[in-house]
């Protein structure tokens, strides 16, 4: 009995480490099998040795309208600036307005005391009846005389004295007559009317005060603000297209920032542009007129000015980001349905803001890489997380 004993010993000691390496491979297999199933979906699909796909932002073309700007610096101008004068010596009796009023074009602002230009003005109109007296007499005068001198009872002398007579009377009526509207003015000018629309300023002479035609200061100023002006400036390469479309009967619109350039303060349109250039600046100095209704604009205040040149209408637009450029050509990374990239060149036109117009090699609706570009080449394979649109129509 003691040889089988010794066997199945000998046959356990043999089988044992063929059964441990069988359990071991068993192991080592179901452990391969969960990690390739835990593995994402991409990792898997991924070609054996190709690059990872480049995770990159696309934008669709779309159809719209560009125009094309151009820009310069300049300044609010009113249309009408008016020192406000006496015109006659006074006391100032009454004043009418309130500084910073909105005031009409010949509404009453103040009252000068009149009285001693009314006295002037009745001392005229008695001058002028006396004179009319005495010429009606003349006149009498000399009709009496030319009848008697056709009868040859008087002298011619005297007839031609009595002539010149009512010529002198004549002339003096006419002489009265002008003082009389001289003083009739004087009156006149002592209710000071607004000789503009605007905005009147601060007041610079009191009711009270003695003021006169010769003050220099005036008594206060009035400021045309609607419509108001931008003069601003254009480099003389810009002269021709403006120049050209102004002189065709085209309307170009201009928009009138703020100082910084970011917001929109008025919209109005080209009214003229100066008739040289500045030969310091290299520079043509350009008018337009804005309707500001809504008072944006201040009369010295700085702008940024934006001249509508052009617009191109029904254009293919992409995002700026997508424009790249080489020293041979003009492309852009154009998505294929199997999400990979090819190379497009393409012709570019205006720019608006961060969109350009393509005048060739693309249409609407095409899908470029507008960032993740310096890691792409002529078919590299891309993952698109969000497509979106930045193109506005």
């Not at 009252?111 to 001693?116: F, G, S, V």
């Not at 610079?204 to 601003?232: C, E, K, R, S």
Request: aromatic share 4%; proline share 6%.
């Amino acid at each position: 009995m003691a040889g089988p004993k010794l066997n199945l010993r000998r046959a356990s000691w043999v089988l044992a480490p063929v059964v441990l390496a069988a359990l071991v491979l068993g192991m080592a297999r179901l452990h391969a099998s969960e990690k390739a199933g835990s593995e994402p979906a991409a990792a898997q699909k991924r070609p054996a040795g190709g690059p990872p796909p480049v995770t990159v932002v696309t934008a669709a073309a779309t159809s719209g309208d560009v125009h094309t700007y151009l820009s310069g610096l300049g300044a609010v101008t009113p249309l009408a600036t008016v020192v406000v004068h006496s015109r006659v010596d006074g006391q100032l009796m009454r004043v009418l307005y309130e500084e910073g009023q909105r005031v009409r074009e010949g509404e009453l602002l103040a009252e000068i005391d009149a009285r001693p230009y009314r006295a002037q003005l009745l001392q005229a109109q008695g001058q002028l009846a006396r004179d009319q007296a005495l010429l009606a007499e003349a006149r009498v005068d000399l009709e009496r005389y030319q009848r008697l001198l056709r009868q040859d009872s008087i002298a011619k002398q005297t007839v031609d004295q009595q002539e010149a007579l009512v010529r002198q009377y004549e002339g003096s009526v006419e002489l009265d007559r002008g003082q009389i509207d001289a003083a009739a003015v004087n009156v006149e000018y002592c209710r000071i009317t607004a000789p503009v629309s605007g905005r009147v300023g601060l007041r610079l002479v009191d009711p009270g005060n003695i003021v006169h035609a010769a003050d220099a200061n005036g008594m206060l100023v009035i400021t045309q603000l609607q419509p108001i002006a931008v003069v601003f400036t254009l480099a003389e390469d810009n002269l021709q297209p403006v120049y050209q479309r102004l002189n065709a009967g085209q309307k170009l619109g201009v928009d009138a920032f703020d100082r910084a350039g970011q917001k929109k303060l008025a919209s109005g349109t080209l009214l003229t542009l100066d008739n040289q250039i500045d030969p310091t600046t290299g520079t043509v100095k350009l008018k337009a007129i804005f309707p500001n209704e809504d008072d944006q604009l201040f009369p010295n205040q700085f702008v940024n000015a934006r001249l509508e040149v052009d617009v191109e209408r029904g254009v293919t637009l992409v995002p700026e980001a997508a424009v790249q450029r080489s020293a041979q050509r003009t492309f852009v990374y154009l998505v294929r349905p199997d999400h990979t990239v090819t190379v497009r060149p393409v012709e570019l036109g205006a720019t608006e803001g961060d969109r350009t117009a393509v005048r060739s090699g693309l249409s609407p609706g095409d899908v470029v890489v507008v960032s993740g570009v310096d890691r792409l080449q002529e078919g590299s394979r891309v993952e698109i997380p969000a497509p979106r649109s930045d193109a506005k129509g």
